[in-house]
């Protein structure tokens, strides 16, 4: 597990490193020296500008100069000399008597790498007409961008960013990583996240409500001495007439994920096929007219856990399907993807209390009513507030998937490729939470390593597949890949 920490969080950790006698100076000192270092090995040789604000990441720069200097050509453009406090102005005077060279325009042709550090961790949206110029200006420059803990105009806890904020190379930060680097838009303007360690300590016991998954330790162990009812049973109400493929692959994923038995819910006319291409698969089919109910719960009073929505459509039926499984299982078994939530956000129904639910964010839109856009750009203000307000585990899906607690423990999802953008790719997901369920893990780290499991399946698929002919089988077939390396 990976922590990420907010800018509270570090600041916290900053003036508990202060109190320990090391000075605000020192900790800038440390930051700008391990910066100076990463320079040196990968840059021996360029003419750098650097950009500097008038806050503590400004003062960072200012250092940084002074560590470069003379070894490099450095130019600082500080448009803030007149309003500066300590410490960026002990490090501007520092600068000077260096000899660092200060530029009050800029004019990129004369440089081979940029500097970014405007604007650190505290800084909120928007930029000024007058920044954004500037910052379009260095963006359009196509020379490398380094910035200086976080690029300027993102925020450090949302990901939320300006259009014209820096769009760095490379992102060297310090201490630890941050959640607004890690969760697009932010993602997209950090490049390559370079950790440095700066010197602040970090107790082994830190709590912080974000982190990511980078190893398999939550899968559970296999008994030797086990067999099918060990690993349970996994109902999944999947499939419509001309959907026959979306029950397929979520029950083959909850397969290969290790679950004992899949039975699956769908219309009788799903029924030859289903057989056909899944034979280890028990199918409970219906009457698309006229569905027997007491069948249906009589059948599934074995199961374990649900996944229901995929390929369902949104008809009477199949809501009052959902509405007879929603009365029969555990909330905190449940897994809601798909048409599930669009006939629960079509109905006005309240979310049962502890299920996961998977929308991506056009699904999401319908269920809360906020604007697309809005929850791309703010993927985990709306995911906690969500999770926090209707009591579920969210996992709003994107290019990182973030699922939130409604404790408003969050975890950030970075496995994973563009090529998973296929159809079916929800379908498996759903298939893979569900089976780690059944096999006893919680809702949340169900949802968590389902979601690192799914990335590191498309991941593997893509060492032998181009992302674009990549198909949601391929992610199905890798996922032993994944579990041979548990």
Do not use: W
Not at 308 to 314: K, L, N, R, T, V
Not at 408 to 422: H, K, P, Q, V
């Amino acid at each position: 597990m990976e922590i990420y920490l907010t800018s509270d969080e570090l600041r916290h950790l900053e003036n508990c490193h202060e109190k320990n006698g090391v000075s605000n100076l020192q900790m800038i000192t440390e930051a700008a020296s391990v910066s100076a270092e990463y320079i040196k090995d990968h840059y021996p040789s360029c003419r750098i500008l650097i950009l500097c604000g008038k806050g503590n990441n400004g003062a960072d720069g200012l250092m940084l100069a002074c560590l470069l200097h003379p070894l490099y050509s450095v130019t600082v453009y500080h448009p803030y000399v007149g309003q500066i406090d300590s410490p960026n102005a002990i490090c501007y005077k520092k600068a000077k008597e260096t000899g660092v060279c200060f530029a009050h325009n800029i004019s990129l042709n004369e440089f081979d790498l940029i500097i970014d550090a405007y604007y650190g961790i505290g800084f909120h949206l928007p930029l000024s007409k007058e920044v954004q110029r500037i910052f379009k200006y260095v963006n359009n420059s196509h020379l490398p961008i380094i910035s200086l803990d976080i690029p300027s105009g993102v925020e450090a806890d949302t990901g939320r960013s300006d259009r014209y904020a820096i769009f760095a190379h490379t992102t060297l930060t310090f201490t630890r990583k941050k959640p607004g680097l890690m969760v697009y838009p932010g993602a997209d303007h950090a490049g390559k996240v370079v950790l440095l360690d700066a010197g602040i300590p970090v107790p082994l016991n830190v709590k912080s409500p974000y982190a990511s998954l980078n190893d398999l330790a939550l899968y559970p162990s296999r008994p030797d001495n086990s067999h099918k009812g060990t690993f349970g049973t996994l109902a999944i109400y999947a499939g419509s007439l001309g959907m026959a493929g979306a029950a397929y692959l979520a029950a083959l994923a909850a397969y290969r994920t290790g679950v004992g038995l899949v039975k699956i819910i769908t219309p009788i006319e799903n029924r030859m096929i289903l057989q056909t291409m899944l034979p280890e698969a028990v199918l409970v089919c219906y009457d698309s007219q006229s569905p027997d109910f007491r069948m249906l719960e009589k059948a599934l009073c074995s199961c374990n856990s649900l996944v229901a929505g995929p390929g369902i459509g949104i008809n009477e039926t199949a809501g009052k399907i959902l509405h007879m499984l929603l009365s029969v299982f555990d909330a905190n078994k449940t897994v809601l993807d798909a048409d599930a939530l669009n006939l629960l956000a079509k109905s006005g129904a309240f979310l049962p209390k502890g299920a996961v639910i998977t929308p991506h964010p056009k699904e999401f839109s319908r269920l809360t009513g906020e604007n697309i856009q809005d929850i791309i750009a703010k993927p985990l203000s709306y995911s906690v507030e969500f999770s926090k307000h209707n009591e579920v585990i969210t996992l709003l899906k994107g290019a990182r998937t973030v699922i939130a607690s409604p404790s408003g423990e969050t975890r950030i999802n970075l496995s994973g490729n563009n090529g998973m953008a296929t159809a079916g790719s929800g379908d498996v997901l759903s298939g893979i939470i569900g089976a780690l369920l059944t096999l006893g893990l919680s809702s949340f780290d169900a949802a968590s390593l389902g979601a690192y499991i799914h990335g590191l399946a498309g991941d593997h698929a893509i060492k032998r597949i181009a992302k674009p002919s990549l198909i949601a089988s391929d992610i199905v077939a890798s996922i032993s890949d994944v579990l041979l390396n548990e």
